[in-house]
């Protein structure tokens, strides 16, 4: 009987187990039934979450030349730019399509209305009439492309005064790289010269058949007042020589010099030379139709031929051609020495490529709406190296796409015209900036200085070097604070330089006076009292050539001297220079 109930009661656990189990696994159905939708759907959300990551991530990139931070020739532009303008590396380095500022300050100078330019003589300067030794004349063959020639004139007007002789109007360089027949009076206005400058200095057209004999040499570079006065001035107390003429005249000349004699070069520099008429009209043509496009522009002088690039060394990302077709140029001079790109822009003296111009005016807040003017030569790459510039400046004018044909075949043929009308459109423009350090950008930095302190950007090469080559590491917020910290102090604000340093085409500090004190210049004790430059050679080592005026020549060579002749070729800096 107890077997039975026992029995009995076991099959009633078994059978309360059973009941269990089917009740649990029956609720844990319906709570997975309930979690199916939800399940679906956050399925979904991470699926189309997925899909916007893989959308809108940025390709990979070519790392050899955003690496070198170079332009690669080789390259498109089009997936740097956000929209079709936008520069991407790992999602943190994207070109805004505007400047991030409208502010005036784009297109003024901090402090300008507190400088002016002041060139007069003081009460001390010699008048011509009182300095001027009679029968005694200075010739001047001046050396390179336009602006590398407008220095030389500028400083041979100062060079006739130390001397006491007469000037006559200088001789252009006609037989150079640039290979332009323009006379002076062709470009310049040669009478408004002469009677601009006749109270201290005279000038005449033409040497005078009564002259006689004429002494050719060269004169030292960077040669200061003390030099002139020790080693050319001597060679007119010689017997009968009443003429002395100085070859190829550029940058021999001292940078300090006393103060009158300063403002004297400013004189020459600001106001005496002035372009032809012909030149003059079509130039403010052309600023007046880059006006009529808009308020404000920007004029870029970018040098980036061929040559500019082989002469400098530098290597801009395109590879085994870029490096093969410069090379081939480099050759042609078999003084120029290999040089370490890597190292020369380190050191800031590689010209900045079109793309890296592009991002700095980005980066100091000019945006894809502002109008620029680009003054160029050939450019190496030739649209494909222009691109990235286009891209980020849509409004991209020149003199030929702002004029017709018709109207430059005057000058077109002339080097020297066409970029007189460059000149111009720079000179009158908001803001310039020049993407090298040559001696157009320098004599536009020092006039534009002169007239007011228009806004004119030098690339900081050392520092922006750094910046393009780590850019890629940073966001583009970043990399445009450091930019605009880099070029503090190279944006043609005043006082940028140290008294008695710089280049004075440059840096015209003697001829720059502040509104309160009292019409001091800026610059005014930066005198040399220097004996000689450090620059200058023993005048023993000149060479000669001695010749009567409209008769037979005899060169005479010093014994010392390397060369074989008094007129070599061209010298390599005249490729570079303007």
């Known amino acids: 009987m107890s077997m039975t109930k026992k029995k009995k009661h076991g099959d009633e656990l078994i059978g309360v187990q059973i009941l269990q189990g089917l009740i649990f696994r029956h609720n844990r159905r319906r709570r997975l039934h ?127 005064y130390i001397l006491n002789a007469t000037l006559v109007v200088p001789k252009l360089d006609q037989k150079s790289f640039w290979k332009d027949a323009s006379n002076f009076s062709e470009i310049f206005d040669a009478e408004w010269f002469v009677n601009y400058l006749s109270k201290h200095v005279k000038i005449i057209n033409s040497l005078p058949v009564k002259a006689g004999k004429i002494i050719t040499t060269r004169a030292p570079r960077k040669c200061n007042q003390k030099c002139y006065e020790t080693r050319i001035l001597p060679i007119f107390h ?79 990302g395109g590879g085994e051609k870029e ?99 460059d000149f111009i459109v720079c000179d009158e423009s908001n803001v310039f900036v020049a993407n090298n350090n040559g001696n157009m950008a320098k004599i536009l930095a020092g006039k534009r200085r002169y007239f007011g302190h228009k806004p004119t950007i030098r690339p900081n090469g050392k520092k922006l070097y750094k910046l393009f080559r780590d850019r890629d590491n940073m966001t583009w917020e970043e990399f445009a604070s450091l930019v605009r910290t880099s070029q503090i102090g190279f944006m043609g604000e005043p006082n940028e330089v140290k008294q008695g340093r710089g280049e004075f085409h440059e840096h015209p500090l003697s001829c720059i006076c502040q509104k309160d004190s009292e019409s001091r210049g800026v610059g005014d004790s930066g005198y040399d009292e220097e004996g000689f430059s450090e620059d200058e050679q023993d005048l023993s080592e000149t060479d000669y050539t001695e010749y009567d005026n409209g008769n037979r020549e005899r060169t005479v060579l010093s014994p010392n001297r390397r060369d074989s002749g008094l007129f070599l070729r061209p010298e390599l800096e005249e490729i570079i220079s303007d």
């Open 323 to 421: 490096m093969k077709e410069l090379g081939a140029i480099r050759k042609r001079w078999k003084t120029l020495h290999t040089k370490n790109p890597e190292k020369e822009r380190r050191h800031g003296k590689c010209p900045l490529s079109p793309e890296e111009v592009g991002l700095m005016l980005r980066a100091l807040g000019y945006g894809k709406e502002v109008h620029i003017y680009v003054a160029s030569g050939e450019v190496y790459g030739g649209e494909e190296t222009l691109a990235p510039l286009k891209a980020l400046f849509p409004n991209f004018h020149t003199k030929d796409t702002i004029a017709s044909k018709e109207e430059l075949s005057e000058f077109s043929s002339y080097s020297s015209r066409m970029a007189a009308l």
């Open 238 to 316: 010689r017997k009968r020589v009443q003429a002395v003429q100085l070859t190829k005249f550029d940058y021999r000349l001292s940078n300090r010099l006393n103060v009158d004699l300063q403002k004297l070069r400013c004189r020459v520099n600001y106001h005496a030379l002035r372009f032809t008429d012909p030149i003059l009209d079509m130039g403010m043509k052309l600023v007046q139709r880059m006006r009529m496009k808009s308020k404000h522009y920007v004029a870029l002088h970018l040098r980036f031929e061929p040559d500019m690039l082989a002469f400098s060394g530098c290597y801009y």
């Open 34 to 160: 309930h979690l199916f939708p939800l399940l679906s759907a956050v399925s979904g959300c991470l699926l189309l979450l997925f899909a916007l990551v893989l959308f809108f991530s940025p390709p990979v990139s070519d790392h050899y030349s955003r690496h070198h931070h170079h332009l690669n020739l080789n390259t498109s532009f089009d997936k740097r730019v956000e929209g079709d303008m936008n520069v991407e590396k790992e999602k943190v380095f994207r070109v805004p399509m505007s400047g991030g500022s409208s502010s005036s300050r784009l297109w003024t100078s901090n402090e300008s209305n507190m400088y002016y330019g002041c060139s007069n003589a003081s009460d001390n300067f010699l008048t011509a009439e009182m300095n001027t030794q009679p029968n005694r004349y200075l010739l001047i063959a001046t050396s390179g492309g336009l602006n590398q020639q407008r220095t030389g004139i500028v400083d041979a007007v100062v060079s006739a």
